[in-house]
């Protein structure tokens, strides 16, 4: 768990749990939530390994934040607390 409460999960607990999430016809899969499931953060599955997945928050609402898991990523690092909390 970091600073701002975000808990990045284990290739383990990923793999263990596969947590899934569906909003209509398209999949996410939680890599991390906040204050233990308070929302999490997702990456939209793709088809093809080549596009591009983005990262989304998830809380009731499934909401864009980055375009890429390495923007998303960059922005984390860089403390971009608008992108992890919808400021």
Not at 19 to 44: G, M, N, R, V
């Amino acid at each position: 768990m970091d600073d701002f409460m975000i808990f990045f999960w284990t290739i383990k607990r990923i793999a263990d749990e596969f947590p899934l999430i569906k909003k209509e016809t398209t999949f996410y899969l939680a890599f991390a939530d906040f204050l233990i499931d308070s929302h999490f953060y997702a990456i939209q599955l793709q088809p093809q390994p080549s596009i591009t997945s983005p990262v989304f928050f998830v809380y009731g609402d499934v909401i864009q934040i980055a375009n890429s898991f390495t923007e998303f990523l960059e922005r984390y690092i860089n403390n971009d607390e608008n992108m992890l909390f919808l400021k």
